[in-house]
């Protein structure tokens, strides 16, 4: 959707990952521990940060990382080394949040966290597809709703703290300036088959003759779709997408502009039930299988979203008090971090915490030297 304006929260979108299908993949994980298990049984689990009240652990970041550089690599990026501590800050500015918290805001959080859930259960079409995705960024589906019931219950307190508030007549105009974000463009709903031509882990070419057996085998699997067979089963038995093979191949829902553009225009093209030639994209060999489209749509003020089941007029109230909590937060954050005498214990840390810092302060005042008016 076109919809910027309701993206899950940062945890849970750091550990989505595109499937097979659109982008490259991140490596799966060890099946007999994840990442964060391995450098724990390695290097201990030290504690890095301390306050009054709660202290956090190197799992603790190492667990938030993996499903963000897990979602970059996907994307063909790397994330720089100052991420670690811009994560690091967030986690302590949850952590801190959290010993402000009242019954009030862990009831709102914790009604916030299963709303994020269930929307992201609806995005990847069953608990299923849902645990795999996780367990490939080495996380379960437990952690994941602890960490978001965190992440929300935070937010709480921080609104009823700094009263934030937003009115109906406010939320209206943020709604007329910004109509163009509640459009819905056309969306494709398809099954697809995917035999790889590269390595899932390396990214390098297969080899000449086990890409040529490779087409083979996508020449007589659509041969037999033509014939009749159930495309859902074979997609179960031969697709080498592990993100949609257990549903038969079905994908979620997508616009244009999320997927390769061969898969794009192949799935655009389609009528409802067609079954394509088989296309050529980076990631090997693929057969579509449409089920519907959905066409293009304009949400009014009032209507509800059903992707995130909440109405346009409750996202533009959410957006207008993120707004309000960026201006507000930041020395509201610096004084109960002074409050709960939080410290990064971690020397390596610290010192690029500091250094990250350092250069922002430098930057900012650079530019109100160059901007007086400022």
């Given at each position: 959707?076109?919809l910027?304006?309701?993206?899950?929260?940062?945890?849970?979108?750091?550990?989505?990952?595109?499937?097979?299908?659109?982008?490259?993949?991140?490596?799966?994980?060890?099946?007999?521990?994840?990442?964060?298990a391995?450098?724990?049984?390695?290097?201990?689990?030290?504690?890095?940060?301390?306050g009054k009240?709660?202290?956090i652990?190197?799992?603790?970041?190492?667990e938030?990382?993996?499903?963000?550089?897990?979602n970059?690599?996907?994307?063909?990026?790397?994330?720089?080394?100052?991420?670690?501590?811009?994560?690091?800050?967030?986690?302590?500015?949850?952590?801190?949040?959290?010993?402000?918290?009242?019954?009030a805001?862990?009831?709102?959080g914790?009604?916030?966290?299963?709303?994020?859930?269930?929307?992201?259960l609806?995005?990847?079409?069953?608990?299923?597809?849902?645990?795999?995705?996780?367990k490939?960024?080495?996380m379960t589906?437990?952690?994941?709703?602890?960490?978001?019931?965190?992440?929300?219950?935070?937010?709480?307190?921080?609104?009823?703290e700094?009263?934030?508030?937003?009115?109906?007549?406010?939320?209206?105009?943020?709604?007329?300036?910004?109509?163009?974000?509640?459009?819905?463009?056309?969306m494709?709903?398809?099954?697809?088959?995917?035999?790889?031509?590269?390595?899932?882990?390396?990214?390098?070419?297969?080899s000449?003759?086990?890409?040529?057996?490779?087409r083979?085998?996508?020449?007589d699997?659509?041969?037999?779709?033509?014939?009749?067979?159930?495309f859902a089963?074979?997609?179960?038995?031969?697709?080498e997408?592990?993100?949609?093979?257990?549903?038969?191949?079905?994908?979620?829902?997508?616009?244009?502009?999320?997927?390769?553009?061969?898969?794009?225009?192949t799935?655009f093209?389609?009528?409802?039930?067609?079954?394509?030639?088989?296309?050529?994209?980076?990631?090997?060999y693929h057969?579509l299988?449409?089920?519907?489209k959905?066409?293009a749509k304009?949400?009014?003020?009032?209507?509800?979203?059903?992707?995130?089941?909440k109405?346009?007029?409750e996202?533009c109230?959410?957006e207008?008090?993120?707004?309000?909590?960026?201006?507000?937060?930041?020395g509201?954050?610096?004084?109960?971090r002074?409050?709960l005498?939080?410290?990064?214990?971690?020397?390596?840390?610290?010192?690029?915490?500091?250094?990250?810092?350092?250069?922002?302060?430098?930057?900012s005042?650079?530019a109100?030297?160059?901007?007086?008016?400022?």
């Amino acid at each position: 959707m076109k919809l910027k304006l309701i993206l899950s929260a940062a945890l849970m979108a750091g550990v989505i990952s595109s499937t097979a299908a659109t982008q490259p993949a991140a490596a799966p994980a060890s099946t007999n521990s994840s990442p964060e298990a391995t450098m724990k049984a390695l290097f201990g689990d030290p504690v890095i940060v301390k306050g009054k009240g709660f202290e956090i652990k190197q799992s603790d970041l190492d667990e938030v990382l993996t499903g963000a550089k897990a979602n970059a690599a996907a994307q063909g990026q790397q994330l720089p080394p100052e991420f670690s501590v811009a994560i690091l800050n967030q986690l302590i500015t949850i952590q801190s949040l959290l010993q402000k918290a009242t019954p009030a805001d862990r009831a709102v959080g914790d009604a916030e966290a299963n709303t994020q859930y269930t929307n992201l259960l609806k995005r990847f079409g069953s608990p299923e597809a849902f645990q795999r995705q996780l367990k490939a960024v080495g996380m379960t589906v437990e952690d994941l709703r602890n960490k978001a019931a965190q992440e929300a219950v935070a937010k709480a307190t921080l609104k009823r703290e700094l009263n934030i508030a937003v009115s109906d007549e406010s939320a209206k105009a943020f709604y007329a300036k910004h109509a163009a974000d509640f459009e819905q463009p056309e969306m494709a709903h398809v099954r697809h088959i995917l035999l790889m031509t590269v390595d899932p882990a390396t990214r390098t070419s297969l080899s000449t003759n086990t890409v040529a057996a490779k087409r083979k085998q996508a020449d007589d699997l659509l041969k037999q779709i033509r014939g009749g067979a159930d495309f859902a089963k074979l997609a179960k038995d031969f697709s080498e997408d592990p993100g949609s093979k257990a549903n038969g191949g079905e994908l979620p829902e997508f616009p244009r502009g999320q997927m390769v553009p061969e898969f794009e225009s192949t799935a655009f093209s389609m009528t409802n039930n067609q079954v394509s030639d088989v296309i050529t994209t980076q990631f090997g060999y693929h057969i579509l299988k449409m089920i519907d489209k959905t066409a293009a749509k304009k949400f009014a003020f009032s209507d509800m979203l059903p992707q995130v089941n909440k109405t346009v007029a409750e996202i533009c109230k959410a957006e207008l008090e993120s707004e309000q909590i960026k201006e507000r937060a930041p020395g509201y954050v610096k004084k109960i971090r002074d409050e709960l005498q939080v410290e990064i214990v971690d020397p390596a840390l610290k010192a690029l915490d500091e250094s990250v810092r350092s250069q922002a302060e430098a930057s900012s005042t650079n530019a109100a030297a160059a901007d007086p008016a400022k």
